[in-house]
């Protein structure tokens, strides 16, 4: 079982800068693959960033250049530092963790908001 905590939501202006972070419960941090996703008002959740295990990440492109997934093994943390936001990022976001030998995400934490204003 995993537990996951996300926090560093908030309002910011366009072109600013968030560092969203995840806080993981356990011992075997270290063995799931992360990923932070997004849900916009009318909109379907969706992936934004992924980290491996090992440490290789993806990112889908609208978000390329721009935000960067890490993790921290030693503090259970993931964190997703995202720069030259834009009103479009406004949705909650998601930290979600799966064992690295499965491709769905099997723990999800509670959200946090962030707002971009124009």
């Not at 980290?51 to 503090?75: C, E, H, L, P």
Request: hydrophobic share 35%.
């Amino acid at each position: 079982q995993v537990q996951l905590v996300e926090s560093g939501g908030g309002l910011v202006q366009a072109g600013g800068s968030l560092r969203l972070s995840c806080a993981a419960s356990g011992r075997t941090f270290s063995s799931y693959a992360m990923g932070w996703f997004r849900q916009a008002p009318g909109k379907e959740r969706e992936l934004v960033a992924a980290i491996s295990n090992g440490g290789s990440t993806a990112y889908v492109d609208f978000v390329k250049d721009r935000f960067t997934i890490s993790r921290d093994n030693t503090m259970n943390t993931v964190y997703l530092h995202m720069n030259s936001l834009k009103p479009e990022d406004t949705a909650v976001y998601y930290c979600a963790a799966r064992p690295a030998t499965t491709t769905q995400y099997h723990y999800w934490g509670q959200g946090t908001q962030v707002t971009v204003s124009s």
